[in-house]
């Protein structure tokens, strides 16, 4: 969702946070925003839209202080305009803000009452107000943050520029993470390390509740009760070409590429190649769960389904998987010996980040996979279960998706050990499919130009269906996922049985049909569904292996990605799905990498 960056810098201040805008941009945003402070007096420049509007309004009427702060914004309190776009402002203090100030409307009222005029529609604006009327009482910048924070309900990261304090801004973390970036006479706050990566790899995470002034050579950290504390400073290896598109037209494009090496890297925190055996995470003994109860939203709920597969028929081990902002609400009945596990990329998800609190707070154990190895979930969870997909920029889950899946196959394997439910022989067989895995889905890259040739069709379409059975129905509720976020095609994702209870009725000559059917032992049954899709004048395209194309029915259009063992069929089928998401999407000329309406990091509810 919204990016921060705030610079207190020694060169011009405004192409840097441009430049760190960009690379905030991946969350997702409709307008952006900065400002300087220079000889005490704070200047803003607003855009609605993508940074390179921001980028125009700036050559026109440029900023040239040293020391500044910048936002992009995925509105949720008023619609996407430079009026709503921050920084806002309110006499002395000029601000940015990550987050939602749930009793905004309440603190609104009063700061009305007392005579204050907003000239916005956000919640953020409550903020500035309230801090200016502290510094108007007589506290110091400080001191009427602190007592500003202490009025405020809800999720939120802060950076504020005080008019007057030339060099210095202050920043707050409840809820979504902020971070302070260490530099030689310069010093930075982000909302991620990424934010801050062109100028830093040095890193302080804030801890929830945390508050921080910076200037040109240190940070002053003041946890919740205002008492100062000390954050340890990370090297973080956020390269910066981690971050670049390389040779690829989309982020996206390269990260689907990636996935070989991120599903390489992932297993190899999991599983051991030397002696083919799978590694235990230190201090859990899955025997002693009795049940795991896994929380995601999107595309890592999807990763969880596949999961839960196998934890079931594997290691016999019950497994539960739900859509956290359903189950943080729904007071569902859980017990000690069930283990709770956080799936996420972000790490960050504040329905997932929420639920899993709630579990933790009635006394489970608790786990977190994710690719942000710092995140919220990350440090709060007992358990820390990594992915390691590297940076993803496009909104679009891709390669970090194949990392859980990769990462929860492996613990499924150990829990089927530690259960006593396979035997050595048979874990190192699994082992050694699971190490197949990053070689087969680099072949399953190869069906790009048979994926691509689908693409000008499926385009025209208004609905895909998308069905599958068995792992394979979560791998076609992903593919619709994908479809509709970077197409805007409506799609949706069924379990191929359920085809003659609804969803047929769709089915005529321009609905295509995507049916993820390789060839296991839901093969035959899945086959039939194909054939009532053609007989009805349905369009099928069977994305399968070898052995399943063999028997694909007549009409059918098929692509054939690489055989593999059951256990890792949802890895090398992933990418074919993803590819044609893509190649759709670039066909009809989609924002690729930001579609509308989307952020990367769901930090609201
Ligand atoms: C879809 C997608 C989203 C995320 C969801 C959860 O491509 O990316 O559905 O999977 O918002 O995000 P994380 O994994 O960060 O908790």
């Not at 702060?69 to 008023?78: E, F, N, Q």
């Not at 007057?164 to 809820?175: K, L, T, V």
């Not at 390390?193 to 002034?213: H, M, Q, R």
């Not at 939203?297 to 999961?307: H, L, R």
């Given at each position: ?7 207190v810098?020694?060169?011009?201040v405004s ?7 960009k690379?905030?941009?991946y969350r997702?945003y409709?307008s952006a925003g900065i400002?300087?402070?220079e000889?005490?007096?704070?200047e803003?420049?607003?855009a609605k ?5 921001l980028?125009?309004k700036l ?5 040239s202080?040293l ?16 009026r709503?776009a921050?920084p806002?402002t309110?006499?002395r203090?000029?601000?940015?803000h ?8 309440e603190?609104?009222?009063?700061l009305?009452?007392?005579?204050r005029?907003?000239?916005s529609?956000?919640d953020?604006?409550v903020i500035?107000?309230?801090?200016d009327?502290q510094?108007?009482?007589g ?7 602190k007592n ?11 950076a504020?520029?005080?008019a007057?304090?030339n060099?210095q801004?202050?920043?707050?973390r409840?809820g979504s993470?902020?971070?302070v970036?260490h ?6 706050i ?11 790899n040095?890193?302080s ?17 003041f946890?919740?009760e205002g008492?100062?504390?000390?954050r ?9 070409a981690?971050?670049?598109?390389g040779?690829?037209?989309?982020f996206?494009e ?5 996935q070989?090496e991120?599903?390489?890297?992932t297993l190899?925190a999991?599983?051991d190649a030397l ?6 995470t230190?201090g859990?003994d899955?025997a002693?769960?009795?049940r795991?109860q896994i929380?995601a939203c999107g595309?890592?709920s ?5 999961a839960r597969?196998?934890f ?10 739900e859509i ?5 609400y729904?007071q569902?009945a859980?017990?000690?010996?069930t ?7 972000s790490?960050?998800t504040?329905d997932?980040?929420a639920a899993?609190r ?5 006394g489970l154990?608790?786990a977190?996979?994710?690719?942000s190895?710092?995140?919220t979930m990350?440090r709060?969870?007992d358990?820390?279960?990594?992915t390691?997909?590297g940076p ?10 194949t ?6 196959t492996?613990l499924?394997v150990?829990a ?7 035997d ?7 082992v050694?499919?699971l190490?197949e ?5 680099a072949?399953s890259?190869?069906?790009e130009?048979a994926?691509r ?15 599958g059975?068995?792992?394979m129905?979560?791998?076609?509720m ?19 049985g359920e ?25 035959e049954?899945?086959?039939?569904n194909m ?8 369009r099928?395209?069977?994305?399968t292996?070898e052995?399943?194309a ?12 690489p ?5 890792i069929?949802?890895?090398i089928?992933?990418a074919p ?21 989307l952020?990367?990091s769901?930090?609201?509810?």
């Amino acid at each position: 969702m919204c990016g921060i960056i705030g610079i207190v810098g020694n060169q011009a201040v405004s192409p840097r946070l441009i430049d760190s805008l960009k690379r905030l941009e991946y969350r997702g945003y409709d307008s952006a925003g900065i400002a300087t402070i220079e000889g005490g007096k704070v200047e803003r420049r607003r855009a609605k839209g993508k940074i390179r509007a921001l980028e125009d309004k700036l050559l026109s009427e440029p900023l040239s202080g040293l020391v500044g702060i910048g936002h992009t914004r995925w509105a949720t309190h008023g619609v996407p305009n430079e009026r709503n776009a921050h920084p806002h402002t309110a006499g002395r203090v000029t601000l940015v803000h990550n987050g939602i100030i749930e009793n905004f409307a309440e603190l609104k009222a009063s700061l009305i009452h007392q005579g204050r005029v907003f000239e916005s529609d956000t919640d953020t604006e409550v903020i500035a107000h309230l801090i200016d009327r502290q510094l108007g009482l007589g506290d110091s910048p400080i001191a009427a943050l602190k007592n500003t924070l202490d009025q405020l309900t809800g999720a939120f990261a802060l950076a504020v520029l005080v008019a007057g304090e030339n060099n210095q801004i202050m920043g707050a973390r409840r809820g979504s993470p902020l971070v302070v970036g260490h530099g030689v006479g310069e010093m930075f706050i982000g909302s991620d390390a990424l934010a801050v990566g062109p100028f830093t790899n040095k890193i302080s995470y804030l801890d929830e509740g945390d508050f921080v002034v910076i200037d040109h050579d240190r940070a002053q950290i003041f946890d919740a009760e205002g008492t100062a504390v000390d954050r340890p400073i990370k090297i973080v290896s956020a390269s910066a070409a981690l971050v670049e598109k390389g040779n690829y037209r989309h982020f996206m494009e390269k990260e689907i590429h990636e996935q070989p090496e991120s599903c390489q890297r992932t297993l190899g925190a999991y599983v051991d190649a030397l002696t083919s055996r799978a590694i235990p995470t230190e201090g859990l003994d899955f025997a002693s769960v009795e049940r795991i109860q896994i929380v995601a939203c999107g595309t890592a709920s999807y990763a969880a389904q596949i999961a839960r597969y196998l934890f079931e028929q594997l290691a016999d081990l019950p497994c539960d998987v739900e859509i956290a902002s359903e189950f943080r609400y729904r007071q569902p009945a859980l017990r000690a010996t069930t283990l709770a596990v956080a799936v996420s990329q972000s790490g960050e998800t504040a329905d997932t980040l929420a639920a899993l609190r709630w579990c933790k707070a009635g006394g489970l154990r608790t786990a977190a996979l994710v690719n942000s190895h710092e995140s919220t979930m990350a440090r709060e969870a007992d358990f820390l279960w990594p992915t390691h997909a590297g940076p993803e920029i496009g909104v679009a889950s891709t390669k970090a998706f194949t990392a859980q899946i990769t990462a929860l196959t492996a613990l499924a394997v150990t829990a089927a050990v530690q259960r006593g439910r396979i035997d050595a022989a048979e874990e190192t067989r699994l082992v050694k499919v699971l190490l197949e895995a990053p070689r087969l889905i680099a072949a399953s890259l190869q069906t790009e130009d048979a994926v691509r040739s689908l693409a000008i069709d499926t385009a025209k379409a208004r609905d895909v269906l998308y069905l599958g059975r068995g792992p394979m129905f979560p791998m076609a509720m992903e593919g619709a996922l994908k479809l509709k976020e970077i197409s805007y095609i409506h799609a949706e994702g069924y379990a191929a049985g359920e085809l003659k209870h609804g969803p047929i009725a769709l089915v005529d000559e321009s609905t295509p049909v995507i049916i993820i059917a390789p060839q296991d032992s839901f093969f035959e049954k899945t086959a039939s569904n194909m054939s009532e899709v053609i007989a009805r004048g349905g369009r099928v395209i069977l994305f399968t292996d070898e052995a399943g194309a063999a028997h694909a029915p007549q009409g059918a259009r098929v692509v054939i990605a690489p055989s593999s063992d059951p256990l890792i069929t949802p890895l090398i089928m992933s990418a074919p799905i993803q590819m044609l998401a893509y190649f759709v999407a670039v066909q009809k000329g989609a924002d690729v990498d930001q579609p509308r309406n989307l952020a990367k990091s769901v930090t609201v509810e």
